[in-house]
């Protein structure tokens, strides 16, 4: 099965890193990142911050950047203001006026070297929008199986 009735020609984009390794101090992405497995895995909801743009609707994707592993895509589900953000976020002050986008589980994992084979960011920093490579990654999207870790 495909995902070209889940994924618009005319979603964005957003990317996030995921760094290999906890954090000793400050805000860690990993560890966030893994509360949000524990939550889907106990059929809780999954969340993450928009970009500092604000920018996310409905039916965008958000793209889950492993380094040199893969990227998960997962569809954004609804746009919930700042004031919705999960408790254990509260150290991350920095992004406390970014609105918290909700996901569903991955639609799309997308290998590393089909991720470099489409052009798309080999360094991240920072959840921000993509704006360039963005129509190969939708076509790929849009035309390939939800799951393609075993390409």
Known sequence: MNASH???????????????????????????????????????????????????????????WHHEKNVTCHLITSVRRSSDRLPSWSGNVGQSDRNVIEIDSALATIPWHLWKFLHGHLRCMGTSNITTQRGNIISFLRTSYYDTASM
């Not at 990142?33 to 996310?56: C, F, H, I, P």
């Open 6 to 64: 889940l994924v618009s020609e005319s979603a964005r984009l957003v990317i996030t890193p995921i760094c290999k390794t906890y954090k000793s101090h400050g805000p860690c992405g990993r560890r966030d990142w893994d509360e949000q497995l524990v939550r889907e895995s106990g059929g809780e909801q999954m969340m993450w911050d928009d970009s500092k743009y604000n920018t996310a609707r409905v039916g965008d994707i958000l793209m889950v």
